[in-house]
């Protein structure tokens, strides 16, 4: 079997003409019989690689996930689309489940999901060994890795449950983890050959990476979240209190705003991930324990409220934005003080570990640091050898030096008070007195007589905060935590001395206001606002998610193309025949209201907000490629089509003609 056969499938059940790079090696690898490891990104489109064989195989094809909510999304979508499917875990009845066991039996479904849990039950096995699996599909694969950061045990009776089976079926193993010792794990607990990896870019051209440094960060959610109302996104915060102090806080606000942690209860976990992925509330705040194969598209944009562990778990959680290939923030709001947090998680775990996982924080604290782009910086991290820059993160932005002052004088007055009270005090102390605060406190200890007392009155608490932990980030102010319980305690490291001195300056960047980077008003248009309207419509008709009715990107092209009969909406993107069927008449109807423009909503978005990703159409990759195939170079690509170079390279990628990730065989 080849991948000729497979694409009338992708055309006719997912609206897509071509697979991307990457899915197409791993289809062509598991229609040729073989064992095989695919690595792509979050929203590289790992579902298809294994939902497209299953319908091409003899035989069913049973795929390991490791979370029953994103199951029943999975089995919903593909049941929209007309893929017989379903699912068997622990949230069915003994009556369902004898039911769909029977239905099993009865060839009524090419996919059943299953969760990793059943493989401990014997009942389970033994319907197993009945079945004429033709695929085993292991879905976020680096959960068998007891190096992973989500290891689950009952990923490691994967191997003995396929040794059970009469007949080896082909084994698919996929991931988005991108560590060396991850991979090997999977590949040799699995015993898939090396030469049947196959892994992609890590970069996602449509995601813009902001770190903002030591800004008030709940006026920075409340800002962000009024200026972006439509948007739907997660807040991870680093620990179960601060989720349910800032979901308080912003309820308070008004927004409409979940919590997700591993303290609640598993139903209470289970409406808010339901809540949330039926854009009921359309903003969620959460531990990392949210999210693993998350599969709402639509996340428009991801806030770290708190500094990640490592690189990878920031890259996994901040990927979940944008899976639909839309323009989505990625933002950590980093302050040097929540290493104090993360040093304590890594001494409370593993002591083999915490050699490395040290080093891994120190990564992280380093891309917060970094001068450079960031996304480069993270594919670097995950050895990839491209330098291109994205054009689109905060440290690719021609205006980034506009909030560059020189704070001197403020370090001065900061560093000489913290002398004069002995370098006994913490921050927020520190910044009272620096205030004149007339606090019973400060009386009582009689700093109210120092001579830095009132110095910084003028400045708000806010700014002097701001700068007392600007300069902490910059090495001249180390905190050090007394005992556990306690403020950390604010010291002078030595090179402020040059600073008191006069001998050295201090610039820092110090936004007066926190803007959030990338503003871009996609949702201002009437037409899309009217077709996810009318999303949501069917889609709570259908009882499912509105994403699983189609992604954001389908309805963006629409909106750009408006199209009028059935054949043109045909061509839109990631539609197809099975969406025309059910939904066609419905969507055509709304559209035929509209005229098509001369110029493209997209294109006005473009004239204001440059830096806007602009998603790619058909015709555009066809002239992308027939440019490529006759000879044109990146740089002449990028002028001919208006595009930056970096997004040329990874469309080039993605469409199979150029290769940029490092060969891992
Ligand atoms: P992953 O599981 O790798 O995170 P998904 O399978 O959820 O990714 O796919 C991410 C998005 O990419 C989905 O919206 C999907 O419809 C889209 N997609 C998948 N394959 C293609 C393709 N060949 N062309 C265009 N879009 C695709």
Known sequence: ??????????????????????????????????????????????????????????????VVSPLISLMKDQVDSLRQIGIPA????????????????????????????????????????????????????????????????DFRPSYQLIPRAIRALPNKPIILALTATATKQ?????????????????????????????????????????QYLRTHPTASGIIYAGTRKDVDMLQQFLLKQKFKVGKYHAGMNEEERNSSQEAFSYDR??????????????????????????????????????????RD?????????????????????????????????????????????????????????????????????????????????????????????MRRVNEKVGLSFLTKILRGSKSKKIIDFRYDRLSTYGLMKEQSE????????????????RLEPLQEGLYPVAKLDVSAVAVLKGQEKVEIDLAEEPVPATDIPFEDNPIFEELRQ???????????????????????????????DESAMLRI????????????????????????????????????????YKPWTKEEEEQLRSLFDNGQSVTEIAQTLGRQTGGIRSRLEKLGLITIANDTK
Not at 43 to 58: E, H, N, R, T, V
Not at 194 to 211: C, E, Q, S
Not at 216 to 221: A, E, W
Not at 337 to 365: T, V
């Open 1 to 62: 079997m080849n991948i000729s056969q497979a694409q009338p499938y992708l055309q006719k059940y997912f609206g897509y003409e071509t697979f991307r790079n990457g899915q197409q090696q791993i289809v062509e690898s598991v229609l040729a019989g073989n064992d095989t490891f695919g690595i792509l990104p979050t929203g590289g489109g790992k579902s298809i690689c294994y939902q497209i064989p299953a319908m091409l195989l003899d035989g069913i094809t049973v």
């Open 86 to 149: 379903t699912y068997i875990n622990s949230s069915l009845s003994a009556m369902e489940l004898r039911e769909r066991i029977s239905e099993i039996h009865n060839h009524t479904y090419k996919i059943i999901y299953v969760a990793p849990e059943r493989l401990e039950t014997e009942y389970f096995l033994s319907l197993f060994r009945q079945l004429p699996v033709a695929l085993l599909a292991i879905d976020e694969a680096h959960c068998i890795s007891t190096w992973g950061h």
């Open 182 to 222: 991850v991979q090997d794990d999977i590949l040799a607990l699995l015993h898939i050959p090396a030469k049947n990896t196959y892994r992609t870019t890590f970069r996602r051209d449509n995601l813009h990476f902001v770190v903002q440094k030591n800004v008030n960060k709940k006026d920075f959610l409340v």
């Open 281 to 322: 509330t359309p903003i969620i705040v959460a531990t990392n324990a949210f999210g693993m194969g998350i599969d709402k598209s639509n996340v428009r944009f991801v806030i770290h409220y708190n500094l990640p562990k490592n690189i990878e778990a920031y890259y996994q959680e901040a990927g979940r934005a944008g």
């Open 325 to 417: 290939g839309e323009n989505s923030n990625c933002i950590l709001l980093y302050e040097p003080s929540d290493i104090y947090l993360q040093k304590y998680f890594i001494e409370q775990s593993n002591p083999d570990r915490q050699a490395l996982d040290n080093k891994k924080l120190q990564a992280m604290i380093q891309y917060c640091k970094t001068k450079q782009c960031r996304s480069t910086t993270i594919v670097q991290y995950f050895g990839e050898a491209d330098t291109e820059h994205c054009q689109m993160c905060d440290n690719c932005d021609p205006d980034k030096d506009k909030n560059t002052v020189d704070i001197t004088t403020e370090a001065q007055m900061i560093f000489s008070c």
């Open 462 to 477: 806010k700014r002097v905060m701001q700068i007392c932990k600007s300069l902490v980030d910059e090495g001249y102010i």
């Open 534 to 564: 009318l999303r949501r419509k069917i889609a709570e008709e259908e009882n499912v998610p509105p994403y699983v009715i189609c992604n954001d990107a389908t309805l963006r092209e629409m909106t750009t193309l408006v199209p009028q």
């Open 573 to 612: 993107k990631g539609w197809g025949e099975s969406r025309q069927q059910r939904f066609g008449q419905a969507f055509l109807e709304l559209l035929q209201q509209h005229k098509p423009k001369s110029t493209s909503p997209l294109a006005e978005i473009q004239k204001t907000h440059p830096k806007a």
